[in-house]
């Protein structure tokens, strides 16, 4: 039986020779580069994927194909493991080096590292999930992946076209043996955000998307409809004319501190701009015809204080930290300090935050490029739960647990997703009943300036101290 499959692997992967004068590293968004050079390691990352899953009892890995904020031409790949995190950080080592392991050496590599993760190369089940962003070359790196993954005789699911954190959700929603389609993907937040919705009276939402011309525009042409009745989404930058993430999309927006390109809106009004695979986002508005934008950092502030003041008010013994980077507002991180939640820095990459925020009662983390989530441990959904069920509604208000208890289903702790954060921030507004300039408003930024500068190799640049000095 392993003789056939690694005759399969031998004739599969002679389709997919190493480009010359190229070399894969698996870093933390993955693997990037150009869209048209990446098949080799897709292919490679396949059989990865199947191996991942067999070490992981035969449950679903997933793996994403996008180069998120990344200029058109470019494409990449990343694996995501059962829980919907990011790839284990001992796995990324093994993902380069067989991503640059030449075809005619594939068998034998594929056998050590079988043998040394103690799982059998055949009879043994695993299963991939496979999501693709809409860059041109998406389909291409696709077959690539499958071919990779069928060759050592896995269950393939191709989603098709997707945002990075549907696919993470989908992953984990699939190993919790729970619905987990697209279709149950909508449905489940467009529920939640009613839910959390329905005793705030009041006009109907309207917004602003700025989708970079990239996947944002179909989740949210696919959501819309089932939020017509509280929130009217007008998509801009939405793939029919422009460029992905050309003079649009919230990396341009962050670095040039400028609205995108396509975008018209007047005072006040409610903007989101998203970057090219839906999970950064970051708010901006006008107000005396002055451009305003409040980052990944006010996201945090302004979850920060909803979730503590809720606990405040049911006298709930749960701890609340937000983690952040060196790249956070030490405004941000003085506000957060003097509202008593506990504040820890860690490098930067997702995978920092999201391991730092797990460790935690209610862990909040963005990064300032609106990256991030919030998570809640098994501990304070049981005590969030408990006291919203034992609570009955007054005059028709909520209880304060009950709203947490609501917020905990609209939020996606799979990964950072700006569709799903479009819907929290709306409904903390309202239920705030802010304005704009209220939230804008918790503390006033430090002055800053983000650049990118070109250099020949970034690796020699070292940091310390979680990157706060060099």
Known sequence: MTQTILEAVRATSSVYPLPLHLSYTYGTAGFRCKGDLLAPAAYRMGLLAAIRSKVCGGGSIGVMITASHNPAPDNGLKIVEMGGEMLAVQWENYATQLANTP??????????????????????????????????????????????????????????????????????????????????????????????????????????????????AVSLRAISPLLSELLDIDIH???????????????????????????????????????????????????????????????????????????????????????????????????????????????????????????????????????????????????INKEADQCDSLKGHRTPMQKLQNLTALINQACGDAVTNILVIEALLRDNRWMVCDWDGLYTDLPYRQLKVAVADRSLIKTFDAGKQQ
């Open 237 to 383: 930058n939405d793939g029919s004319e422009g460029e992905l993430n050309k003079d649009c999309g919230a990396d341009f927006v962050k670095l040039m501190q400028n609205a995108p390109k396509g975008v018209s809106y007047t005072e006040n009004d409610h903007c989101y701009t998203i970057d090219g695979d839906a999970d950064r986002i970051l708010f901006f508005y006008s107000e005396n015809h002055r451009f305003h934008l409040l980052d990944g950092d006010k996201i945090s502030c302004l979850l920060a204080s909803y979730i503590r003041r809720l606990l405040d008010e049911a006298e709930m013994n749960v701890e609340v930290g937000v983690v952040q980077t060196a790249y956070a507002n030490g405004s941000s991180t003085s506000y957060l300090q003097d509202q008593g939640v506990e504040v820890v820095c860690v490098p930067t990459g997702v995978k920092h935050l999201h391991a730092a925020a797990e460790k935690m009662d209610i862990g909040i983390y963005f990064e300032a490029n609106g990256h991030g989530t919030v998570l809640f441990s098994n501990k304070a959904i049981a005590a």
């Open 103 to 216: 075809e005619t050496g594939l068998p034998e590599a594929l056998v050590d590292l079988c043998e040394k993760l103690n799982v059998p190369l055949c009879k043994s089940k695993s299963s991939v999930i496979i999501g693709r962003d809409t860059r041109e070359t998406g389909p291409e790196i696709l077959a690539a992946i499958q071919s990779g993954v069928e060759s050592l005789e896995a269950r393939v699911t191709d989603v098709g076209i997707c945002t990075t954190p549907q696919l993470h959700w989908i992953v984990k929603q699939t190993n919790l043996n729970q619905p987990a389609t697209l279709t149950d993907y909508y449905s489940t937040f467009a529920t939640a955000f009613k839910k959390f919705s329905m005793r705030n009276t009041g006009r109907k939402l309207s917004i602003k998307v700025d989708c970079a011309n990239g996947v944002g």
